[in-house]
């Protein structure tokens, strides 16, 4: 088998498994309306582990933004070990897993039912799992499953079902219809996007990739940093855009290249920041809706989503450029994406908390 044909295969298929996902979903809406209605009047805890962590934190801020309810991200070992961080009998809970056996996942929604909690819900793409067995409702997405460790059509395809559980949830039937469009949008946007991934993935003269973004795209980034270190192992962090400057700037150097999935709201702000980057020497990346906005930047690769959508309803769009540029990066260097070093599909633990 070549290496990493399983991750590419997952990469590429991502219009076809967000169009199962999102078919999946409006079969089932009426029940889901009615869970939605037992999330009234409730905070809402989303936990996660690693990428589904992530998807966790863009989650909670989408949610937060559609719905006006207060809404937090967690990994779930944070939620097992201390329940007091939310208010069980007042919450709802979230609980995301690709596979739904991951450990620590199961633990915290355990925990969370013991001490009062409230209503549950399982996202996974495996609705038979042990996950689904502990919830009140599952979102499940069996179109998503994948071979590979390194997650990629899963966790969008999680995120883009939130995201119309969201729309859903706030009666917003003008989001829903633009969601269910995302498929498409993203099989026109990997035609368009060009070599970019490929040139940035490939030019390992770069030592470290730095992903910058806010509001709703701030999981996004950490999960595209997440996806380059575990296919490529390349130093990768992500950052709040203006969270850069405070330290973490220091490191700026010719070696570095700069990603960015900008917004609309803070656009102005975060070319900013870039400007200030470049001068440091570094090169950049960009995600941007419109590419009209950035004239003046000269980007040294540049990316235009086109969605005609706004930054909370496109968000999913970011990721598999990304994963694409990960997945180029770690063939560049003579990598198998399809079997990241020290790593595994799922993690589980014993009963003591030690790797199994």
Not at 129 to 144: E, H, K, N, Y
Not at 195 to 207: F, I, K, T, V, Y
Not at 239 to 257: A, N
Not at 300 to 308: T, V
């Amino acid at each position: 088998m070549t290496a990493g044909s399983c991750t590419w295969r997952e990469i590429s298929s991502q219009p076809d498994t967000w169009r199962a996902a999102l078919a999946g979903f409006r079969e089932t809406e009426q029940a889901r309306r009615t869970f939605l209605h037992r999330l009234e009047n409730r905070q809402i805890a989303l936990i996660g582990c690693g990428s589904t962590h992530y998807l966790a934190q863009s989650a909670a801020a989408c949610m937060s933004h559609a719905c006006g309810v207060s809404t937090r991200a967690l990994p779930s070992s944070e939620l097992w070990m201390y329940p007091e961080l939310v208010q069980p009998e007042a919450s709802a809970l979230i609980a995301i897993s690709r596979s739904g056996t991951t450990t620590e996942t199961l633990w915290a929604t355990r925990r969370f039912r013991e001490v009062g909690g409230g209503p549950i819900l399982a996202i996974t793409c495996h609705p038979d799992s042990p996950l689904a067995g502990l919830a009140d409702f599952v979102l499940g997405i069996p179109s998503a499953q994948e071979q590979s460790i390194a997650q990629t059509r899963s966790f969008t395809s999680m995120f883009v079902v939130f995201l119309a559980l969201t729309a859903l949830f706030d009666q917003k039937e003008a989001s829903l219809e633009h969601l269910l469009s995302l498929p498409g949008t993203l099989a026109k946007l990997i035609e368009r996007m060009g070599d970019a991934p490929r040139q940035a993935g490939e030019d390992l003269s770069l030592g470290q990739i730095i992903y910058l973004g806010g509001g709703p795209l701030f999981g996004l980034a950490s999960e595209a940093m997440l996806k380059t270190m575990e296919m490529s192992i390349t130093p990768s962090q992500a950052f709040h855009p203006l969270e850069y400057r405070h330290g973490p700037m220091s490191l700026v150097g010719r070696d570095t290249l700069v990603v960015a999935l900008m917004t609309d709201s803070g656009a102005p702000s975060e070319i900013r920041v870039l400007q200030d980057l470049k001068r440091l020497g570094a090169r950049t990346l960009i995600l941007a809706e419109d590419a009209s906005r950035l004239e003046h930047l000269a980007p040294d690769y540049l990316i235009e989503i086109g969605s005609g959508m706004d930054e909370w309803e496109r968000a999913p769009l970011y990721l598999p450029p990304l994963q694409h540029l990960a997945y180029r990066r770690a063939l560049a260097k003579g990598l198998d994406p399809d079997r990241p070093r020290n790593l595994t599909a799922v993690v589980e633990l014993q009963p003591d908390g030690s790797a199994a």
